[in-house]
């Protein structure tokens, strides 16, 4: 007790040990309550997944409104193609992928109730994953690009030319894009970009960089490219769809006569 109270007195009569022994306190618990934050951090890491990809479904969204909504007004000219492709985004998350078949297909934990249906775009950040399959209330399948049954209009970013993506099967990295002009200027490293000529797929978003070109004189060249995904390692994506979706196909079906 006289100890005690010994020290008692030298903290508080001296400045010197006073701040030192207020200083050595803030330390330790500075550093468990950065500790315990850190903890909790960790453990809230989904929800602040979420609120992210929510945010970023939101950004997403607004973009392409002030994108196709800009109509030059000052020189009078309107892109009409550009206007009509309006996108909406809705996030989801990936619960069962396959990327080791020859028809692989991913499972997302959304649905009809969620404004999902068929043949609506699937992407994330770093690029394309597939298009929706078959939907219930609340999920849907997609069947990935990982999919030999799978064909998606593609196309050199720096020079446009288009041809047709595919998959042979072999590695899940690599897939192939297929039927390019042999005019077309290509060399390794060049990126492919989805082509925006279906209404499904919005123009511009990322597949991969070619890795390998495979060109001949005949009409089916092939060009290897690598993914910007890995695909056996998703997790939340985006489904785009376009609004103007049906009205296009609808234009663009024959009519009987």
Do not use: C
């Not at 082509?195 to 960089?209: M, N, Q, T, V, Y």
């Amino acid at each position: 007790m006289l100890q005690f109270i010994a020290l008692a007195l030298t903290f508080n009569n001296l400045n010197f040990q006073k701040s030192k022994f207020v200083n050595s306190a803030n330390a330790v618990t500075g550093g468990f309550y950065n500790q315990r934050a850190n903890i909790a951090g960790y453990f809230n890491l989904k929800s602040v997944n979420k609120a992210l990809l929510e945010e970023n479904r939101l950004l997403r969204t607004q973009l392409l409104q002030n994108k196709f909504h800009n109509l030059y007004v000052d020189s009078l000219v309107v892109d009409s193609s550009r206007y009509l492709q309006k996108y909406t985004y809705t996030s989801a998350k990936i619960i069962n992928n396959n990327y080791s078949n020859r028809f692989n297909f991913l499972t997302l934990n959304k649905g009809e109730n969620h404004g999902l249906e068929k043949d609506m775009a699937v992407v994330n950040g770093k690029g394309i994953i597939g298009i929706t399959d078959n939907t219930s209330a609340n999920y849907t399948r997609v069947q990935s690009i990982l999919n030999t049954n799978s064909k998606l209009n593609a196309r050199l970013k720096n020079s446009k030319y288009f041809g047709s993506l595919s998959w042979n099967g072999k590695d899940y990295n690599v897939v192939q894009l297929i039927d390019i002009p042999r005019q077309a200027p290509i060399k390794i490293g060049d990126t492919i970009e989805t082509g925006g000529k279906s209404a499904i797929f919005p123009g511009g978003i990322l597949i991969g960089k070619v890795i390998k070109t495979n060109l001949s004189k005949t009409v089916n060249n092939s060009i290897d490219i690598k993914l910007f995904n890995d695909m056996s390692n998703l997790n939340y994506v985006y489904v785009v769809k376009n609004l103007h979706k049906i009205e296009i196909e609808t234009l663009e079906t024959p009519k009987d006569e």
